[in-house]
């Protein structure tokens, strides 16, 4: 079972999550927000409001919804030197918004390690 430390907003439904063993994954949550519970997540400036739970381990919002570590930890792509040019074209590919802000977030978190 995983657990999530620390996640940062990156674009639209994208998400930095830093996990209990230090895994870093870029998460793309916009195919996932399914179901009465995420409704509200569509509006991009409700989705930003996420916060982590250290009791439950997971990212949460206001309205209850929140989402299990493990789908989290499943779903997201390794953030690693190797990975950044997959993630920087899911980002080109998929943001409506210009995404040179979400590459400066990406070149940064892996320049910390």
Do not use: C
Request: hydrophobic share 35%.
């Amino acid at each position: 079972m995983h657990f999530v430390k620390n996640a940062s907003y990156i674009s639209e439904y994208k998400l930095l999550i830093t996990f209990e063993n230090k895994t870093v994954k870029f998460v793309d949550l916009g195919s996932h927000l399914d179901g009465k519970i995420f409704e509200p997540l569509k509006d991009i400036e409700y989705f930003k409001m996420f916060r982590v739970d250290p009791e439950l381990d997971t990212i949460i919002w206001e309205n209850g919804a929140d989402i299990s570590p493990d789908f989290l930890y499943e779903i997201g792509i390794d953030f690693n030197p190797e990975s950044v040019s997959e993630i920087k074209e899911i980002i080109k590919r998929t943001s409506t918004s210009k995404s040179s802000w979400a590459e400066e977030v990406a070149k940064e978190r892996l320049e910390r390690g």
